[in-house]
């Protein structure tokens, strides 16, 4: 699984950069549980979780909330976030592939993007398993993409985020390599680099990964092959209306899976 080093290790400047609101995103995800299980969101775990936006957000809402992420550094930064804003939530640093909660949940989402660090079928079919082992029989996964008219085949596009928090300034320029996915494995090599300004002095680090694209269809597929998941809904957005078309933005690309 490849994943962005020199970025991810940097929490803090990642929180300047990335940092959003996400209740609409949070609302969106309770509403798709109750339409889909007929019950209110009691627990969730948040798959790749940075910061823990989401993780934070459910917390506050009363929600069970548990925050995973491969790397250290964020699982201690989002665990000292939540310290500070008094929001009770555990955290796990682990792999997206293999981890194991103390009981299940009733959601589990993967946001932003997230899964396409899993450059090999295999490993996501070993994801899928294990997402399906830590829900309840009558769960929900939730995962989010960026929309595939937005980055495509031919060109995965570029993205700029910035920020300023207490006189440092950072901004995160991905894909400025201009990568493409290769047709034979549908992955990328993508550049991404993070510029840290703080008091007229510039930091610059440069990080590269192997990112996947995900169609709808593929995922279908690989849920049925994995034996543990299927496909029960697709959306265009974070909106039960909104279905997954070309129509114009926002557009996001959304799949609920059930065991």
Same mark, same amino acid.
């Not at 293999?98 to 946001?111: C, G, N, Q, S």
């Given at each position: 699984?490849?994943?962005? &080093?020199?970025?991810?290790?940097?929490?803090?400047?990642?929180?300047?950069?990335?940092? $959003?609101?996400?209740?609409?995103?949070?609302?969106?995800?309770?509403?798709?549980?109750?339409?889909?299980?007929?019950? %209110?969101?009691?627990? !969730?775990?948040?798959?790749?979780?940075?910061?823990?936006? /989401?993780?934070?957000?459910?917390?506050?809402?009363?929600? &069970?909330?548990?925050?995973?992420?491969?790397?250290?550094?964020?699982?201690?930064?989002?665990?000292?976030?939540?310290? @500070? &804003?008094? +929001?009770?939530?555990?955290?796990?640093?682990?792999?997206?592939?293999?981890? $194991?909660? %103390?009981?299940?949940?009733?959601?589990?989402?993967?946001?932003?993007?997230?899964?396409?660090?899993?450059?090999?079928?295999?490993?996501?079919?070993? /994801?899928?398993?294990?997402?399906?082992?830590?829900? @309840?029989?009558?769960?929900?996964?939730?995962?989010?993409?960026? /929309?595939? /008219?937005?980055?495509?085949?031919?060109?995965?596009?570029?993205?700029?985020?910035?920020? +300023?928090?207490?006189?440092?300034?950072?901004?995160?320029?991905?894909? &400025?390599?201009?990568?493409?996915?290769?047709?034979?494995? =549908?992955?990328?090599?993508?550049?991404?680099?993070? $510029?840290?300004?703080? @008091?007229?002095?510039?930091?610059?680090? +440069?990080?590269?990964?192997?990112?996947?694209?995900?169609?709808?269809?593929? !995922?279908?597929? =690989?849920? $049925?092959?994995?034996?543990?998941?299927?496909? +029960?809904?697709?959306?265009?957005?974070?909106?039960?209306?909104?279905?997954?078309?070309?129509?114009?933005?926002?557009? @996001?690309?959304?799949?609920?899976?059930?065991?």
């Amino acid at each position: 699984m490849a994943e962005y &080093n020199e970025l991810y290790a940097r929490a803090s400047l990642y929180d300047i950069a990335l940092g $959003r609101d996400v209740s609409r995103e949070i609302a969106f995800v309770q509403e798709a549980f109750r339409t889909l299980a007929g019950r %209110p969101l009691g627990s !969730i775990l948040e798959i790749a979780c940075g910061p823990g936006y /989401h993780t934070r957000g459910f917390a506050r809402l009363g929600v &069970n909330a548990t925050g995973l992420d491969l790397r250290p550094e964020m699982v201690a930064f989002a665990r000292e976030l939540a310290r @500070k &804003n008094g +929001v009770a939530a555990a955290w796990i640093a682990a792999d997206m592939r293999d981890f $194991r909660l %103390p009981e299940p949940v009733d959601a589990i989402i993967t946001m932003y993007d997230a899964l396409d660090y899993l450059a090999d079928q295999d490993d996501v079919i070993a /994801h899928f398993r294990n997402v399906a082992a830590n829900l @309840k029989p009558d769960g929900v996964y939730i995962l989010e993409f960026t /929309h595939p /008219h937005d980055t495509g085949f031919a060109d995965y596009g570029s993205f700029r985020y910035e920020g +300023v928090r207490d006189g440092v300034r950072v901004v995160i320029e991905w894909a &400025n390599n201009n990568p493409a996915y290769e047709p034979d494995t =549908l992955v990328a090599d993508v550049e991404v680099t993070l $510029r840290v300004t703080e @008091k007229g002095r510039e930091q610059v680090f +440069v990080d590269r990964a192997r990112e996947r694209m995900f169609t709808a269809p593929e !995922i279908r597929a =690989l849920a $049925r092959l994995s034996g543990a998941l299927r496909v +029960v809904r697709t959306w265009g957005d974070f909106r039960l209306d909104r279905p997954l078309d070309s129509g114009p933005p926002p557009r @996001k690309m959304i799949l609920a899976l059930r065991p």
